[in-house]
């Protein structure tokens, strides 16, 4: 045998083989790999060989339990016992080289050791298989074994605790098996209802009804139907019954059943029903009645019979009405109907045009549209128990009856039998009674304005009518796969949609892309189910436009008479976008609860607990939102100077049903320790007796507010003070009335009263001295009409109330509308009479000092030149032309001209000085 076969003989094992050798520390340098151990782990020999085995042999860093640990644990046991070594089953994830990800995988290998002459391991042949589909096989089985015990155990807690009774009867009608709902159903227990007949609980008036069902369950109908029946205890049971025939080998072997009770369904049912007539009459009567004029005989029938609906001793009416002197509200009775036993008021003068405020227990919800009632033991010495006393009545409801804002009446109702306390539903119902006669009224009034309003309101009550008569709902047949068989006649009303533009196509047409996916996906449950509910979708009208309707699908493709899936929707697009609009509003009031500046809180003062909307981690006064959810944060707060004073005024408002408001103003401790001003402003919930129920309200930090109100006082003292030494005059004109409002230095400056003379054209202009007043006129009204002009500015005389004439400067700001139109103007007038005058002055002293210096440059000059001539004649002996004596004479005429000049303009100045004294 040749050398190298051995090496051949490795590589052609089927069998995946790896050698690996054993080094220091527990490591192991794999040496040797054969191709079936290569791609069993998707490497390459130069990935392997000569590697260290833990370098390539990794953990999962996301399931260290299935990593290589326990494959080196063997390797060393091997080491250890020299003996081979089994693992089974044994997990080790495998990175994908192709995707990177690790996978999960499970390997069975025997480990061989090879030993030397001296009996030491050398290498260890390790030969692995992978079983990872068995195991992902056992796996999978037993999960699938679990869900199944799982399944059959919700099974039978469904049969157990199901309130609907669920049975199964044999082809005789007798029971053979019922679940504890059905027991208690007939009255009887499970093991005595058990082959008992369904015969002995059927009533005589359905027994051929129920008989008739249960030969189409026998035949292989599925079938459903409503009757009564009798139960062992004697009473009477509404059930609607579901009957389904069971199929062995082709053929009926038995009937399963599920019976809902219905039995109160059916007594609220006809209760509704009954009211509702009795509403649809009642309202179409009143409406009839009061069509012209309001017929008190027939209100009076009409009285009586709700009254003995309602089991009461009284029912009445009040008008209400505005007295012309006064304006209070003065009450008249105006229909009654009461029982034989109780004594009539109709007569009963005390009752006509009295005050509504003389019984003031009455009047606070009335007003407010709420309903009154009352019982005689609770009621306070006064007025209204006078009445309740001289009128035998024991018990008071009273209704408002308003038409637009005004209260215009109310209908009472008196029980002269019991103190009766007045249920919530009863209030309600006769409360929708009231409103019919409130309808009437309105129509009433109404007819009396216009007849149209009449004629409009009777054609929308008879397109109401019609609506309600022929229903909203949208019934359609589809086939299994969606496509229409029939459709209603609603489909054009509603959607705009002809029943035959949609025979035969398929519901995806008219089903919005984005909502198809999921109304399909739903569809399809039907295969497996007998009923679904279709959450809402958008169904495309006439117009292209998108409805949102619900849909309920029921399969009925085994009934003969249908052979389709009957899909009943209701157009809910209204439903939608109130539920939308409710979710805009609040999502709009939370944002504006975050924004404001205020710390809004809602005080449940029944439970005593406060809940406080946090702007954000700091709120209002630096605290934190844990701090601020304290119970007793506000009140340890609250400086204690101020505190037993607002408890007491709390107190107060709180405690009287007439107020509704509070707004409080105190101290408040922040965070810092600093106190801070608030205004607490809240308000007051109340039930219809006047308890306070909540409190509602905000407090504002008005630090600021009051820091700058006292520097508005400061600014405002140092104004008038400065306004005291000043020669302004203050003034403000509205335009479009020509109305002017002056300050105190108006009388002051120009010593004309401030009530006096308050517009601009009747007085002001006319004291304008003539000159100036029509420059005045030209420039305001030049301001006023020039929308790009906001400031008016001019110079001119003014007439003052002791005849004196006055420079003044008028100045001016103007105030415009949106348009651009001067509808105010703001100013000052300053009495500049001083500074005139003046500068007069110094302008006469200027043309002086002008002539002075003309005098000094020209005139003093000439003798002065003629002197210096003469001076140099007589330096220079040149007394050829004229001699010494006359060079002499010459200068002492040249020097008294100078002395002259001179004492002009010595004159002139003291002439200047005298006038500017």
């Given at each position: 045998m040749r050398e190298n076969c051995w090496k051949e003989i490795f590589e052609a094992i089927p069998f995946a083989c790896l050698v690996l050798e054993p080094q220091e520390c527990s490591a192991f340098m794999m040496v040797e790999a054969n191709t079936a151990y290569l791609e069993l782990l998707g490497r390459s020999r130069e990935d392997l060989l000569g590697k260290d085995s833990r370098e390539i042999f990794s953990s999962n860093p996301n399931l260290s339990e299935y990593g290589p640990d326990s494959f080196f644990a063997t390797l060393e046991k091997v080491i250890r016992l020299g003996e081979k070594e089994e693992v089974n089953d044994l997990r080790y994830d495998v990175e994908n080289k192709v995707t990177g990800e690790l996978e999960e995988r499970y390997f069975s290998s025997q480990n061989f050791p090879i030993k030397n002459e001296a009996g030491k391991v050398e290498v260890i042949l390790h030969c692995a298989r992978e079983v990872t589909a068995e195991n992902k096989r056992k796996k999978r089985d037993k999960e699938i074994e679990e869900e199944l015990s799982l399944s059959r155990q919700q099974f039978k807690n469904f049969i157990r605790s199901n309130p609907d009774g669920l049975y199964r009867l044999d082809m005789q009608g007798n029971f053979l098996h019922v679940n504890e709902s059905l027991a208690m159903m007939a009255g009887l227990p499970a093991e005595e209802l058990i082959k008992s007949n369904f015969i002995n609980f059927c009533t005589p008036h359905d027994q051929d009804l129920v008989i008739e069902h249960f030969e189409r369950s026998r035949q292989g109908k599925v079938t459903s139907f409503e009757a009564e029946f009798l139960a062992a205890t004697g009473n009477l049971v509404a059930l609607k019954i579901l009957l389904m025939p069971m199929f062995l080998e082709g053929s009926v072997a038995e009937v399963h059943g599920i019976a809902k009770d219905i039995t109160q369904l059916k007594h609220s049912e006809k209760v509704i029903m009954e009211k509702s007539r009795f509403l649809e009459v009642n309202a179409a009567f009143v409406s009839s009645l009061l069509e012209k004029?309001?017929?008190?005989?027939?209100?009076q029938q009409t009285f009586g019979v709700i009254a003995e609906t309602v089991e009461v001793d009284r029912m009445y009416y009040f008008e209400a009405n505005s007295d012309p002197e006064t304006g209070e509200i003065l009450i008249s009775q105006k229909v009654e109907w009461c029982s034989e036993k109780t004594i009539p008021q109709i007569d009963n003068k005390e009752l006509q045009n009295m005050p509504i405020k003389k019984v003031q227990e009455i009047t606070g919800p009335l007003v407010k549209n709420l309903p009154f009632t009352a019982i005689l033991d609770e009621l306070a010495p006064g007025e209204l128990r006078e009445i309740f006393i001289e009128q035998q009545i024991?018990?008071?409801?009273?209704?408002?009856?308003f038409v637009g804002d005004s209260l215009t009446g109310f209908v009472g109702f008196d029980d002269c039998t019991y103190q009766r306390i007045w249920k919530e539903e009863e209030i309600t119902f006769l409360k929708g009674l009231t409103q019919n006669l409130t309808n009437a009224f309105e129509r009433n009034a109404a007819l009396k304005k216009a007849k149209q309003s009449e004629e409009e309101l009777k054609l929308s009550e008879q397109k109401f009518r019609a609506l309600v008569q022929e229903g909203a709902d949208l019934i359609g047949i589809l086939d299994i796969y969606g496509c229409y068989s029939f459709v209603s006649e609603n489909y054009k009303k509603i959607l705009g949609l002809d029943p035959q533009e949609l025979i035969g196509k398929n519901a995806q047409y008219f089903i919005h892309p984005e909502d198809w996916p999921r109304v399909n996906q739903q569809f399809y449950q039907l295969k497996n189910q007998k009923q679904v509910k279709i959450s809402p979708f958008r169904f495309k009208n006439k117009n292209g436009e998108y409805r949102w309707v619900q849909t309920t699908a029921t399969n009925l493709l085994n009934d003969s008479a249908v052979k389709g899936i009957v899909a009943n929707s209701?157009?809910?697009?209204?439903?939608?976008?109130?539920?939308?609009?409710?979710?805009?509003?609040?999502?709009?009031?939370?944002?504006?609860?975050?924004?404001?500046?205020?710390?809004?809180?809602?005080?449940?003062?029944?439970?005593?607990?406060?809940?406080?909307?946090?702007?954000?981690?700091?709120?209002?006064?630096?605290?934190?939102?844990?701090?601020?959810d304290q119970y007793d944060f506000w009140r340890n707060n609250v400086h204690p100077e101020d505190k037993q004073a607002e408890k007491k005024k709390l107190a107060i408002v709180i405690s009287n049903p007439n107020e509704n408001f509070i707004k409080t103003e105190y101290r408040f401790r922040k965070a810092d320790g600093t106190y801070a001003r608030v205004v607490d402003r809240g308000y007051i919930i109340r039930d219809y007796t006047g308890k306070a129920l909540r409190l509602i309200g905000a407090t504002s930090d008005i630090s600021e507010i009051i820091t700058k109100r006292e520097a508005l006082k400061v600014a405002n003292k140092r104004f008038k003070m400065a306004m005291k030494a000043t020669n302004e005059m203050i003034w403000d004109w509205e335009i479009d009335t020509d109305s002017v409002t002056r300050s105190k230095g108006y009388k002051k400056i120009f010593g004309y009263d401030t009530n006096e003379a308050t517009t601009v054209h009747a007085f002001w202009l006319r004291k304008v001295v003539d000159e100036d007043r029509g420059k005045v006129q030209r420039s305001l009204a030049d301001a006023i009409n020039n929308t790009g002009v906001k400031k008016w500015k001019l110079e001119y005389r003014f007439v003052k109330a002791d005849g004196m004439i006055a420079h003044i400067i008028d100045r001016g700001y103007i105030l415009r509308d949106s348009n651009g139109k001067a509808t105010r103007m703001v100013g000052a007038v300053l009495d500049v009479t001083n500074s005139r005058r003046l500068l007069q002055k110094v302008q006469k002293q200027n043309k002086v000092l002008k002539e002075i210096a003309w005098e000094q440059s020209h005139v003093v000059r000439a003798p002065l030149a003629r002197i210096k001539g003469l001076l140099h004649l007589l330096e220079e002996e040149l007394f050829e032309e004229m001699s010494k004596k006359e060079i002499l004479f010459h200068m002492k005429e040249s020097a008294n001209e100078l002395d002259d000049i001179i004492r002009n303009i010595v004159e002139k100045t003291e002439k200047i000085n005298v006038e500017a004294r």
């Open positions: 004029e309001i017929n008190q005989e027939a209100l024991k018990s008071m409801l009273l209704l408002p009856v209701l157009d809910i697009t209204m439903v939608i976008e109130q539920a939308r609009e409710i979710e805009h509003i609040n999502e709009r009031y939370q944002l504006a609860a975050t924004a404001t500046q205020d710390l809004i809180y809602d005080w449940d003062l029944v439970k005593n607990k406060v809940t406080r909307f946090h702007r954000g981690p700091q709120e209002l006064f630096g605290y934190s939102a844990e701090a601020v």
